[in-house]
């Protein structure tokens, strides 16, 4: 059974950072493409980023390149998503995804809650 848990989410205020993590299990997690995806409320869910099952090729969408950066440690079937520089508009559930391309997707967590505000 594919599990994906994700962690790291909080509260944070405007310019400051976080770190998400993806926890994966029952897959084998370094022959696939993994994806960050967030959604706000009232909201359709956004493909944030994407990383290659090999962590050489990455996607960041418009609104977050330059201030997050997607990584991957096969060695312990982790995703992660550092996230800097943040913003009100990135509050969201962050969810990881099994997948590079857009949504829907097959497998994804249950999400950890960001929220950036003073």
């Known amino acids: 059974e594919v599990q994906l848990v994700e962690s790291g989410g909080g509260l944070v205020q405007p310019g400051g950072s976080l770190r998400l993590s993806c926890a994966a299990s029952?897959?084998?997690?370094?022959?696939?493409?993994m994806s960050w995806v967030r959604q706000a409320p009232g909201k359709g869910p956004e493909r944030v980023s994407a990383?290659?099952?090999?962590?050489?090729?990455?996607y960041y969408a418009d609104s977050v390149k330059g201030r997050f950066t997607i990584s991957r440690d096969n060695t312990k079937n982790t995703l992660y998503l550092q996230m800097n520089s943040l913003k009100p508009d990135d509050t969201a559930v962050y969810y990881c995804?099994?997948?590079?391309?857009?949504?829907?997707?097959?497998?994804w967590g249950q999400g950890t809650q960001v929220t950036v505000s003073s």
């Open positions: 990383i290659n099952s090999g962590g050489r090729s990455t």
């Open positions: 995804a099994l997948g590079w391309g857009p949504p829907p997707y097959e497998h």
């Open positions: 029952g897959f084998t997690f370094v022959r696939y493409d």
